[in-house]
């Protein structure tokens, strides 16, 4: 794909990943305009303070929720990153219907816009929160899943196509438990939920670049799946603070022992390849070929891509090294 004919734009464009992303696409990839859609003047005030300016960079205000604000940001774009959600799981269970307008009708929202405007592509960002919900954030990124994949169906003769990237927590992204047990550290004493959970992890850059690699060969109706390790939240404790006491203080309302990315159902129609799970719509109501079977293998009956059954793992030591730059980062104030 030639990036630099390209115009992108991506929805909750001042989060962590959305930062990441968009200098990642300034770097590397010099796209002839790259656009931030977000709802927070402040945020987007803090970007430009914080080095992000250049004279491809756009600034869009708007909410996914604004059927008509996404038509008019979304005229001349090619591609459209979806990032934009509410995603804290305490937040979302107290305010369902704000997390309902946001997740489900927001990405309804996308969808029309993308068609209407002629977008070339369309990846969406889930979560492993989404494979057999036990939240109301996971049900609406589930639903959010099935709409975005499906859209492909809406298409038509138009050139859209529609896509889904599915992954684990995110090393020091907003909300991660990252920054919580550095701000802990000080104490002596960090807390952990139950010293038997265990969660996928993958780091913001390498989020970003699966993503990059998703958009380029994405043909519409993938859920793309890295492989990528997982690690125990009491490994994680011991390599914040290796002298700390852990309090156990319970599992949160909402919270699983495991993560899942691919459950056994899904697995059926999901193909392995070296590096990733592509997983394939189980209808398909349009004529294109998504078929990626050619380049990977089935997976075997009853197969389930959990965070505690995965043959990837993180050491301590590993773990370690992936922080130790996010140490520095919470010292200078920047994580938050």
């Not at 380049?295 to 130790?324: K, M, T």
Request: net charge neutral; with cysteine; glycine share 8%.
């Amino acid at each position: 794909m030639d990036w630099k004919n390209k115009v992108v734009l991506v929805t909750g464009g001042t989060g962590s990943f959305g930062k990441r992303f968009i200098r990642m696409m300034l770097d590397e990839y010099h796209p002839a305009k790259v656009i931030v859609f977000s709802r927070d003047e402040l945020k987007q005030h803090e970007m430009r303070q914080a080095g992000y300016d250049h004279p491809s960079l756009r600034y869009f205000i708007g909410d996914i929720r604004d059927a008509s604000r996404l038509r008019r940001a979304f005229e001349g774009v090619d591609i459209v990153v979806h990032a934009a959600a509410l995603k804290q799981v305490p937040a979302c269970e107290y305010n369902p219907m704000e997390a309902i307008k946001t997740n489900i009708l927001g990405s309804s929202n996308v969808i029309d816009a993308a068609l209407d405007c002629g977008v070339e592509r369309v990846l969406a960002l889930s979560t492993d929160k989404a494979v057999n919900p036990v939240n109301l954030y996971g049900a609406t990124k589930l639903a959010a899943e099935k709409l975005i994949i499906q859209s492909n169906a809406y298409a038509g003769g138009r050139q859209t196509r529609f896509a889904c990237v599915r992954y684990g927590n995110v090393v020091g992204s907003r909300g991660s438990v990252v920054p919580l047990f550095l701000k802990q550290r000080s104490s002596g004493k960090l807390t952990i939920t139950d010293e038997r959970m265990t969660r996928f992890w993958i780091s913001l850059d390498q989020g970003v670049r699966f993503v990059i690699r998703c958009i380029e060969q994405m043909r519409g109706g993938e859920v793309f799946v890295p492989k990528i390790p997982s690690m125990t939240v009491s490994d994680l404790a011991r390599a914040v603070a290796p002298e700390a006491e852990t309090e156990v203080v319970g599992i949160r309302p909402g919270e699983k022992l495991h993560e899942v990315l691919i459950g056994e159902d899904e697995a059926r129609t999901t193909v392995e390849l070296e590096d990733m799970f592509i997983v394939h719509p189980v209808d398909t109501f349009w004529s294109r070929d998504t078929d990626w079977s050619s380049l990977g293998r089935a997976l075997p009956e009853d197969f389930r891509y959990a965070s505690n059954n995965n043959p990837q793992w993180l050491s301590v030591e590993q773990i370690r090294a992936i922080i130790a730059p996010l140490e520095v980062e919470f010292e200078q104030g920047k994580l938050e």
